[in-house]
């Protein structure tokens, strides 16, 4: 009962049912209400009692709006509609773009087929080592392959070949085994003499011949290293040394003089190897170094690999359709293309690449092989600019049946073949070396569009720059290269990644001293940071512990932080500039150190999640680009990748407890001033934990730092420290050594030796003898440093 108002049982229901219906809805819902909703409450005879708490609040909210009007109740929907929104203005968002060499621009990069790329990449020709040229290629199209299968989210379905039957193939597979059989019948000392000369006499021949300089200089090497080694075993023949002695002089004469021995009985003998096996031998063996190189590369095998060996059907269909569509000729048993024909088309057009190389014959004759370019074979040709199709094959050369008789692949239909078995008709991405611009990809072009009938094969046409060692041209011919394996014992996969992410893929990169070092150093100053991230992380805090407010340090340096992000998103969209990547992350630490460093001179605990989301970031990133495999959250795995994943999160805690100890030690000693406990907590700091990959990080009045270093990164340290203090000692005069103790001496002689100690007593005898002796030490060390600064030597 509410003043005198009575209620019925039934209105008393329809109040309990009405209030328990609103106790569910929220303050929020309360304020929207349905014709329905407003009609239970019209229905009420008078106030409804307080203890139906929720109608009544309601019941006095619709009154106070209604007021007993029709007309405001009429109006109450309109009232309460949800006011219009105010959308955010749209901001231009920077788009892929790549450095098409089809158009010489960088593209908007548009897949032909929605999400999905697909790509061809020029393999090795697999008859030597995998050297620092192919991993230039290999590295810069696996860092490309990466980002764009992990940062922008396509899916990539990237194709490579293997080049196992060439000319290259033959002639060395040929020589190899004609070189062999040679040293099998271990020629005497004087019958390897005599067959040195003789087959100089072809050697000189090409010398003389030979205009291109780097190939001359070469050539005269080999001369001059033959020429040494005759006239040693000459000499040892002459003086009748013992049998040993010879033949250590013939091995190295026999060795010295393999390439110009090579080519002798290659062209006496080369015609009689018809065993196809020979020719499949050498190319399988390199192939499997080839596959072990690149995954010490940490290079992502490709999802489809092709040998040409493993093609000749599909090769011999394509040159069939090649011929049949009007494009290809036959000539003397070979299969030449019709450049001519087919740039005369409506359609096509020779050469999209570099057209102003149509008719470089040296280029052309590289691309046809040194067993191709005989005067007979050029004679085949109705044109200068067409190149095979297919060989016939001569004797000494590997061979498969064909509608036009015994022969091999030429080198450029190859691909062709391959990639369009796999890809079809049309490609988003061709991908492959500089240096095969032309004749290699524009006569795959031409070859490939003739078979198709179209002009768009591929879409985009991608090479990545050319690799040269300190200056110097690269080339593996030239005997100018350092294999991969080589490379690697110098400097960790890494290191050579992120060489390479430091320069643009398309440009030339100078492989040197100073580009390694200036990888090695971004490696270190990343990995310190992280370092330090680590160990912030690692110290002890709650769960609302994490969560600390944030001042104007931590807003700026967040709000930095997706700027750089942003600023790396552009770079990468900017035909995937890594280098500038590289400098934006480089910044983005340098930022957060300084952050850390201003916390650290405060006393105060950096932002923790602020620090952990910037290097997940950072690591996320290098792992996008191929520089980290592990599952590490952040920073570089310890211990290289492999095996040692989980040391780190393995080892801390018993490192952790250690140095706890060793403070509580190291405090202890400081008080009761034992100075030799001190010193062997050092010790354990620089000499022992360094063997291990432990680097302890003491800070006065701060908990030593704990980290996780590679073993040889911090012996390298130690080892430069050690110099680096050795050379500062050099550089003090001896009359200065004394002079800063002036908590041992008082006076000192003209020479600055000291005389008297600081209670001004004059020294002894046997003080003077043991100073004198430091003295005359550091005079020697002096004398080395002045002619050390004379020679231009000393830091």
């Known amino acids: 009962r509410t003043g005198s108002w009575e209620i019925t049982l039934e209105e008393e229901a329809r109040l309990k049912a009405l209030n328990e219906y609103l106790s569910t809805r929220s303050y929020i819902q309360g304020f929207i209400f349905s014709h329905a909703d407003v009609e239970a409450f019209r229905q ?399 006569n795959e072009l031409a070859q490939s569009e003739a078979y198709f009938d179209n002009d768009h094969w591929v879409r985009y046409f991608l090479h990545t720059g050319h690799l040269t060692i300190a200056g110097c041209k690269m080339s593996k011919s030239l005997k100018n290269f350092i294999t991969i394996k080589d490379a690697l014992k110098k400097h960790t996969a890494r290191q050579l990644r992120l060489a390479f992410l430091m320069h643009s893929w398309k440009d030339t990169l100078d492989y040197s001293c100073n580009t390694m070092e200036s990888a090695i150093q971004y490696e270190k100053f990343m990995n310190e940071f992280f370092l330090n991230v680590k160990d912030i992380l690692r110290a002890p805090a709650d769960v609302t512990g994490q969560f600390e407010k944030w001042e104007k340090q931590e807003i700026e340096l967040n709000k930095s932080f997706y700027e750089k992000k942003v600023a790396v998103h552009e770079a990468l969209c900017d035909n995937i500039d890594t280098r500038t990547v590289l400098e934006e992350m480089r910044s983005l630490v340098s930022q957060c150190n300084s952050y850390m460093a201003a916390k650290k001179a405060a006393r105060q605990m950096p932002n923790r999640m602020l620090l952990e989301n910037t290097s997940i970031y950072l690591t996320q990133m290098f792992k996008i680009f191929g520089a980290i495999e592990s599952d590490e959250a952040i920073g570089f795995p310890v211990g290289g990748n492999g095996g040692n994943l989980n040391l780190e999160s393995t080892v801390m805690p018993y490192l952790q407890i250690l140095s706890e100890f060793r403070e509580g030690v190291r405090q202890i000693a400081r008080e009761k001033k034992v100075f030799e406990v001190l010193q062997l907590c050092d010790s354990l700091r620089d000499d022992v934990l360094p063997e291990h990959g432990v680097r302890f990080e003491d800070h006065e009045g701060l908990p030593t730092v704990v980290k996780l270093v590679d073993r040889d990164t911090l012996l390298k340290e130690k080892e430069e420290k050690r110099k680096a203090a050795k050379l500062a000692k050099m550089k003090i005069p001896p009359g200065e050594m004394f002079k800063s103790e002036h908590d041992k001496y008082s006076k000192f002689d003209e020479n600055g030796f000291p005389t008297h100690d600081t209670e001004g007593k004059e020294l002894s005898k046997g003080q003077m003898k043991k100073l004198k002796k430091q003295y005359e030490a550091q005079e020697k060390l002096y004398k080395e440093y002045l002619q050390m600064v004379q020679n231009g030597v000393a830091n």
Not at 85 to 110: A, G, H, I, V
Not at 231 to 255: C, F, M, T
Not at 319 to 343: A, E
């Open 44 to 442: 009420l005879s008078g106030p409804p009692m307080d203890q139906y708490f929720h109608v009544v609040r309601w019941y006095r909210h619709i009154e106070a709006i209604y007021d007993g009007s029709s007309e405001k109740r009429d109006s109450c929907k309109s009232k309460r509609t949800q006011p219009a929104w105010s959308p955010p203005k749209e901001s231009s968002q920077p788009k892929l773009c790549l450095y098409n060499s089809l158009t010489r621009n960088k593209d908007k990069f548009q897949p032909q087929n929605g999400n999905k790329v697909t790509w061809y990449c020029c393999g090795p020709t697999v008859y030597d080592a995998s050297h620092m040229g192919h991993a230039r290629s290999y590295i810069s199209f696996d860092i490309l392959r990466r980002v764009l299968k992990d940062y922008f989210k396509y899916d990539v379905f990237y194709c490579m070949n293997i080049t196992d039957i060439d000319d290259k193939i033959i002639k060395r597979a040929r020589q190899n085994h004609l070189f062999e059989q040679y040293t099998e019948k271990k020629p005497s000392a004087t019958q390897l003499l005599e067959d040195v000369q003789i087959a100089s006499q072809p050697f000189s021949a090409k010398l003389q011949e030979t205009s291109d300089p780097d190939k001359k200089q070469m050539l005269e090497r080999i001369q001059a290293a033959v020429k040494t080694a005759v006239e040693s075993l000459e000499n040892v023949l002459k003086k009748k040394l013992s049998e040993g002695d010879v033949n250590r002089h013939a091995e190295v004469l026999l060795q010295e003089a393999k390439d110009i021995l090579a080519e002798w009985l290659d062209a006496k003998f080369g015609s009689q190897v018809t065993d196809n096996s020979i020719f499949s031998k050498l190319p399988k063996f390199w192939e499997e170094e080839y596959h072990n190189d690149m995954a010490a590369l940490n290079v992502l095998p490709p999802d489809v690999l092709t040998r040409v060996s493993e093609y000749i059907p599909e090769i011999v269909d394509f040159v069939q359709k090649i011929v049949d569509n009007g494009y290809g000729y036959v000539s003397n048993g070979s299969v030449y293309f019709d450049t001519v024909k087919f740039d005369a088309s409506e359609k096509h057009s020779y050469a999209k690449l570099v057209p102003e190389a149509v008719g470089d014959q040296k280029a052309l004759q590289e691309g046809e092989g040194d067993l191709s370019v005989s005067a007979d074979r050029l004679s085949e040709k109705h044109s200068p600019n067409d190149f095979a199709l297919w060989k016939s094959s001569k004797l000494g050369e590997p061979s498969w049946e064909s509608p036009w008789g015994k022969g091999r692949p030429g080198w450029h239909i190859e691909c062709s073949a391959m990639a369009g078995s796999i890809l079809g008709e049309s490609m988003d991405i061709h991908g492959g070396g500089f240096d095969l611009r032309f004749p290699h990809h524009d």
